[in-house]
Structure formats: C-alpha cells, structure tokens
Nanobody, 115 residues
Framework: QVQLVESGGGLVQPGESLRLSCAAS????????MGWYRQAPGKQREWIAS???????EYADSMKGRFTISRDLAKSTVYLQMNNLTSEDTAVYYC?????????WGQGTQVVVAS
C-alpha cells in the first residue's frame, strides 16, 4: 500500500518562500515517479513538477523558475521548494506517486498566500 503524507503548508505573505514535504512509503519511492500538484479554489488540479526514479526533475512550463522539486532517498521524502509566492499560489498542494496508469494521492496540504 502506498502512503503519502504531506506537510509544510500554511499561511505566508506575498514574496515569501515555503517548502512542502511528502513522506512516502519506501515501496512507493523505489517504484513510482513522485510529483506535486495543486488545486486552487474553483479550479482544476494542475501539475507542478515530478521527479523520476532516475532523479530527473520535470516541471510544468508555468512553474519553472520559482518551484524546485527534490528528494531525499534516505528519508523517502520528496520536497517542493516554492519561492516568491503570490496570491495566485494559494491552493491545496497534493503529493502524487505515479507508475504507468496507477496514481496515488496524499491528503493535501493547504497553502495560503495573503498579506
């Protein structure tokens, strides 16, 4: 069973940074590509970034530059570093584990950017 637990969300001011964490079960980390998505109020869930088993990171074009995905294999944890946040980044952020057409999701962590 794949388990994903996100943490690190909260309320920040515009321009600040935040780092989200996703602790995954060890089996997920070895078999799945790990990624981050977000869903803003009234909008569809959108892909932010993924990191493959090889360690190669990929980003949505709109997310390049301010967001960085990384992982710690020893901790089976994937991170999302978010810089220069704006109100447009307010959303629930979800961790994802994907292998072929199988997807697993965490419960999400809320990020609110407001002054």
């Amino acid at each position: 069973q794949v388990q994903l637990v996100e943490s690190g969300g909260g309320l920040v001011q515009p321009g600040e940074s935040l780092r989200l964490s996703c602790a995954a079960s060890r089996s997920a980390f070895s078999l799945y590509a790990m990624g981050w998505y977000r869903q803003a109020p009234g909008k569809q869930r959108e892909w932010i970034a993924s990191i493959r088993n090889s360690g190669k990171a990929e980003y949505a074009d709109s997310m390049k530059g301010r967001f960085t995905i990384s992982r710690d294999l020893a901790k089976s944890t994937v991170y999302l570093q978010m810089n220069n946040l704006t109100s447009e980044d307010t959303a629930v952020y979800y961790c994802n584990a994907q292998r072929f057409d199988v997807n697993h999701w965490g419960q999400g962590t809320q990020v609110v950017v407001a002054s």
